[in-house]
Nanobody, 121 residues
């Protein structure tokens, strides 16, 4: 397991931008698949994006072209750049990590952050 702490959430107007960060600690961070998930009020948790240890990325269709997931292994940090935000993007956003080579939002993630709230109006 890896310890994860999200930051960067807040309130933003529609069409605005936010950058979320996830600070990770642990010896094996570079070996982990990392992902961003979100859960809106009254809805199930949904995958947003993943990035493998090799840098391969996957995105939910709803955010493709607007969000960018990246990682800086030297800084043990995961990012989610969110542009052209929409009210439907309002949710609690969670950083997650899993070991292994398979990196997809339907995979079982081992570690989760506490979440950071994003509100778009």
């Amino acid at each position: 397991h890896v310890q994860l702490v999200e930051s960067g959430g807040g309130s933003v107007l529609a069409r605005g931008s936010l950058r979320l960060s996830c600070a990770a600690s642990g010896y094996t961070y570079r070996r982990y698949c990392m992902g961003w998930f979100r859960q809106a009020s009254g809805k199930e948790r949904a995958g947003v994006a993943t990035i493998s240890r090799y840098g391969d990325t996957r995105y939910a269709d709803s955010v493709k072209g607007r969000f960018t997931i990246s990682r800086d292994n030297a800084k043990n940090t995961l990012y989610l750049q969110m542009n052209s935000l929409e009210p439907d993007d309002t949710a609690m956003y969670y950083c997650a990590a899993r070991s292994g080579s398979w990196c997809d939002v339907i995979a079982d993630f081992d570690s989760w952050g506490q979440g950071t709230q994003v509100t778009v109006s």
